[in-house]
């Protein structure tokens, strides 16, 4: 059964740092690129990061491009986001997904909240 | 970038109603379109890829169909259980994915 579970989310102040991971399980992790896909309270769905299997190739939205690092560990079949110069509309469920070959997310973990506040 | 306008926003429909949501990209994207299925609290789950195809499990109430600019999602015979928000996402250009607005449907 594929599992993805993320952690580290939690209180942050403006202009704070924090480290998101996502450990997965059920599948070849190492074969599959991986997505962060994010959800302010009561919005809907932002796609905000992409890296491939092999971490050759990583992509970012616009909003968070220059603050977020996407990277990834197969050896610990780990994904993670680092996450720095947090906004107040960063706030959000952050939810790591796994990208279909060729297509869009097709597991999701249950997500991690991350809130900034001052 | 492409943008996807998904409608309605809201519905309320009785059990066993057919319901219908339509979603519009900004540009033609083949058929590169997925649905998914979010109940409240729970993350979202993929219910239609590639525009018309029914992932494994998933009930044969619910369809999809249309290609380019112009799709639908379609739940035969609603169901309680069925009660959650719906979004189009387009993958037309990946890596970078872009997702509708939500449809969040409700029993009369």
């Known amino acids: 059964e594929v599992q993805l579970v993320e952690s580290g989310g939690g209180l942050v102040q403006p202009g704070g740092s924090l480290r998101l991971s996502c450990a997965a399980s059920?599948?070849?992790?190492?074969?599959?690129?991986m997505n962060w896909v994010r959800q302010a309270p009561g919005k809907g769905l932002e796609w905000i990061s992409y890296?491939?299997?092999?971490?050759?190739?990583?992509y970012y939205a616009d909003s968070v491009k220059g603050r977020f690092t996407i990277s990834r560990d197969n050896a610990k079949n780990s994904l993670y986001l680092q996450m720095n110069s947090l906004r107040a509309e960063d706030t959000a469920l952050y939810y790591c997904?796994?990208?279909?070959?060729?297509?869009?997310?097709?597991?999701w973990g249950q997500g991690t909240l991350v809130t900034v506040s001052s | 970038d492409i943008q996807m306008t998904q409608s309605p926003s809201s519905l309320s429909a009785s059990v066993g109603d057919r319901v219908t949501i339509t979603c519009q990209a900004s540009?033609?994207?083949?058929?590169?379109l997925n649905w998914y299925q979010q109940k409240p609290g729970k993350a979202p789950k993929l219910l239609i890829y590639?525009?018309?195809n029914l992932e494994t499990g998933v009930p044969s109430r619910f369809s999809g169909s249309g290609s380019g600019t112009d799709f639908t999602f379609t739940i035969s015979s609603l169901q309680p259980e069925d009660i959650a928000t719906y979004y189009c996402?387009?993958?037309?250009?990946?890596?970078?994915?872009?997702f509708g607005g939500g449809t969040k449907v409700e029993i009369k």
């Open positions: 059920g599948f070849t992790f190492s074969s599959y690129s």
């Open positions: 997904a796994r990208a279909r070959y060729g297509s869009g997310p097709d597991y």
């Open positions: 590639d525009a018309s």
């Open positions: 890296i491939s299997d092999g971490s050759s190739t990583l």
């Open positions: 540009q033609d994207i083949t058929n590169y």
């Open positions: 996402q387009q993958y037309d250009n990946l890596p970078s994915l872009t």
